[in-house]
Every structure is written in C-alpha cells, then in structure tokens.
C-alpha cells in the first residue's frame, strides 16, 4: 500500500473513472505521492509569508485558517516534519480545538509572484510549553508573540497546476524590482551624460576652449 489513498481516497478514484479521468492518473495512484521533504519543497517553503491550515472537528467540521509571518515561517524540522510558531491572535482557539480532536491536517501554499501552488496532506499537533523548539521556530525580530508551536507531518504532497493563478506581488517584492529597475536608469543616466560630454568634444570647432 502506498500512500495515494491519501490523495485519491477510494470516492476520488470512483468519481474519475465515472468521469473518464482514470487513465490520466493511474500511473500517479500507482507510484504514490512523495511524503517527505525535498530540496524543492524546502526551497519553496523558505520563499513564502503565508500559508492556509485546513482542520476538521471530530465529526468532519471543515475549518480554514490563514497563518502568516516573515518568508520561510514555516520551517523544516526533519525529513518529514514541519513546524512554525503560533503568534497571539483573536483567541478563538478553533485550530487548537479542532486538533485536540482530530489530528488530520492540511497545508496550501500559495506563491502568486511565481504562479505555483503546492498542498500537503498529514496530522498536526500543538506543542505547549516547549520553550527551546519555539525559539527555534521563531523569527527574531519579527513583531508578534508565540505562544505555542505547532508541528505539522506530512503523508502526502503535490503540486497543482498553475491555472488560474493571477500573478500578484508584495510590496517587498515591488520595492526590489523598483530598485532594480532604478539603479539601472541611474547607471544608464551617467552613461549618456559621459556619452553626451564626449560628443561636445568631438562636435568643438578647432581652438575652441575644450
């Protein structure tokens, strides 16, 4: 047994094959779906400011939730484990009650800027009171307060297509691109006054002051 089951449950698969989809990924029920963290996906995830957990009740309650922070808040652990640090917010507490419950979990991430999008199937767990592994999971200087760490292991990941994707970029982002794009008119600035200077040399009537 592999872990596509995870992916494609039994339903999923029924319902391509009533639909004509099967075939396309049978080879992909077939191989399984990676579980463990590679240099692809750590790299990904060292370039993102945000993410979407995804929890249930115990009797199947969806519940999305957006956690945010500096790019690459979620940090690898292991080969198979992810962590980050859960900041103060409105205190509603209804990850932290669903997961006490029901320990199945879900990650979307999602990079407008590079038209990519990857989800992670696993289990996720609090961790209260582990002071060394939230400072480990902190970014310093970052303006907000953890209280608790959550650490996320995946069974299954994917990557999703990149339709539909509208290309959006942060103002960090922006501000690197201007600045590029403003050293660069500078530098081509000084370039044709030099050019221009020299020109006014050459154009000068003889005996003319140079």
């Excluded at 790019?71 to 205190?91: C, E, M, P, S």
């Excluded at 060394?132 to 292991?153: Q, S, V």
């Excluded at 509208?166 to 008119?185: D, Y």
Aim: aromatic content about 8%; proline content about 4%.
């Amino acid at each position: 047994m592999n872990n596509s089951s995870r992916v494609f449950t039994p339903a999923a698969q029924k319902a391509q094959a009533e639909r004509g989809s099967s075939k396309a990924y049978a080879q992909r029920i077939e191989e399984g779906f990676p579980d463990r963290v590679t240099p692809e996906l750590a790299a990904f995830l060292a370039e993102q400011d945000t993410v979407f957990l995804a929890t249930a009740t115990a009797d199947g309650a969806p519940y999305i939730q957006h956690r945010g922070g500096p790019k690459g808040f979620v940090k690898v652990i292991d080969d198979h484990t992810l962590g980050f640090a859960d900041y103060r917010g409105n205190r509603q507490y209804i990850t932290l009650a669903n997961l006490s419950e029901n320990d199945r979990a879900y990650l979307f991430l999602l990079d407008p800027a590079r038209r990519q999008r990857i989800k992670l199937w696993g289990r996720a767990r609090v961790v209260e009171g582990d002071t060394a592994l939230i400072e480990k999971l902190f970014d310093k200087g970052y303006k907000a307060r953890p209280e608790r760490a959550i650490l996320f292991t995946i069974e299954a990941w994917d990557v999703n297509c990149s339709a539909h994707i509208v290309t959006r970029f942060t103002e960090s982002e922006i501000e690197q691109a201007l600045a590029t794009v403003q050293a660069k008119i500078a530098e081509l600035e000084s370039e044709n006054a030099k050019l221009r200077a020299q020109l006014a040399q050459v154009s000068a009537p003889a005996g003319s002051p140079q």
